[in-house]
C-alpha cells in the first residue's frame, strides 16, 4: 500500500490539522502497518499549508492555497493509486476526499465516496458565514450552486462527483440548507445512530447503496465520540458518535472490497489528542487492524 501527507489546513477552521500526518507516524503507523502485514511505501508530504486568517474573503478562506492543495493532491494521489494496492492519504482538512476523488478521475474513472463524518460538508460560501472550506468540500465535488468555481473546477472542467456516487456514515449534524440539499438530490444518508449500534451492518448499508466501480472511503475523525477518542479539530462530538472500537469493524466492512482504492483522513489535530496519550495509538490500532482485514480477505 501506498502512503501519502497532506499537512494542510489552509482550508480548517485554524491551524493544527496540518501537524496530523507528522503526529500519526510518530505514533508507529509505519511500524504497526507493516506488523499487520501490509507492504508499506511512505511517499512523504506535500507542501505544508497553514491555515490564517483570510480577512478579504471572510466566507470562503484561503481559497487560492486550497485551490493549490487539491492540485498537488490529485497530481501525486493519481499516480499512487496503483493497480489492486490501497492508498492511504494522511489529511489535513477534509477536502482531502475532494483531492482523492480527484485522483480517482484522473485515471479515468467516476469516484464514489463513503464519507464518515458526523457532517454532510456540503455547505457554500453563499450558505454559510463560517467561511471554512472543510465545512464545504462535498458541495464542491458535487459543483452544487454557491459553491466556489475555483475549487469545483480545480481539477477538471466540471464538477468530480455525481449525487448518487456520494453517500454518508455517521451522520448526527447538518444545516437546513445540508438537509434539503441531501433531499433534492436523492444523497443516501446513514445516520450515526446505525453506526454506533451496529457497525458491520451500517458500512455494508452505505457500500451497498454506491454504484460498482471505484470508490474513496473518507474518515473525518470528528464523527468519533470525543471523549472516547479525543481527536478531532472540532471538539463539540462529546458523549456521541461511535467510539475507537465501535468505527473498526465499520472501517474493516468497507476496506475489504476490492474496487475500495483509497482511504483518505481528516481533521485530526494532534493538540488535542495529548489529553490521552493513548488516542493516537489506537486510531493507528484500528486503521491497522482494517486494512490487515483487507489482505486477508485479499489472501482468501
Not at 499549508?49 to 470562503?60: A, F, L, T
Not at 464518515?116 to 464545504?136: A, F, K, V
Request: glycine share 8%.
Amino acid at each position: 500500500m501506498n502512503v501519502l501527507g497532506v499537512p494542510s489546513s489552509a482550508g480548517a477552521y485554524c491551524v493544527g490539522v496540518e501537524k496530523a500526518p507528522a503526529a500519526l507516524r510518530r505514533a508507529g503507523l509505519g511500524d504497526v502497518l507493516v506488523a499487520g502485514g501490509a507492504e508499506v511505501m511512505d511517499a512523504g508530504d506535500l507542501t505544508t499549508r497553514r491555515w490564517k486568517p483570510d480577512r478579504e474573503h471572510p466566507h470562503v478562506q484561503n481559497l487560492g492555497e486550497e485551490v493549490a492543495s487539491m492540485r498537488e493532491l490529485a497530481d501525486v494521489a493519481s499516480i499512487l493509486l496503483a493497480e489492486g494496492e490501497l492508498l492511504l492519504v494522511l489529511g489535513g482538512s477534509c477536502t482531502v476526499a475532494f483531492g482523492v476523488c480527484a485522483a480517482v478521475a484522473r485515471r479515468g474513472g467516476s469516484p464514489s465516496i463513503v464519507y464518515i463524518d458526523r457532517h454532510l460538508d456540503l455547505n457554500t460560501p453563499s450558505s454559510t458565514t463560517e467561511g471554512s472550506l472543510s465545512w464545504m468540500g462535498m458541495a464542491h465535488a458535487l459543483g452544487l450552486d454557491g459553491a466556489a468555481s475555483e475549487l469545483v473546477e480545480a481539477t477538471q472542467d466540471t464538477a468530480i462527483l455525481e449525487p448518487s456516487r456520494l453517500v454518508y456514515l455517521g451522520v448526527d449534524a447538518a444545516t437546513e440548507w445540508e438537509r434539503d440539499r441531501v433531499r433534492d438530490l436523492g444523497i443516501t444518508v446513514v445516520p450515526q445512530a446505525e453506526l454506533t449500534d451496529h457497525p458491520r451492518r451500517a458500512a455494508l448499508a452505505a457500500w451497498k447503496a454506491l454504484p460498482t466501480g471505484p470508490f474513496v472511503v473518507h474518515l473525518d475523525v470528528d464523527v468519533l465520540d470525543f471523549l472516547d477518542a479525543p481527536l478531532a479539530e472540532n471538539v463539540n462530538g462529546r458523549n456521541s458518535g461511535p467510539t475507537l472500537a465501535q468505527l473498526e469493524p465499520a472501517l474493516s466492512e468497507l476496506l475489504r472490497h476490492p474496487d475500495c482504492v483509497a482511504l483518505s483522513i481528516g481533521q485530526l489535530d494532534p493538540a488535542h489528542a495529548v489529553s490521552d496519550d493513548t488516542a493516537l495509538p489506537r486510531l493507528v490500532a484500528v486503521l491497522a487492524s482494517a486494512i490487515a482485514a483487507r489482505q486477508l480477505t485479499e489472501a482468501g
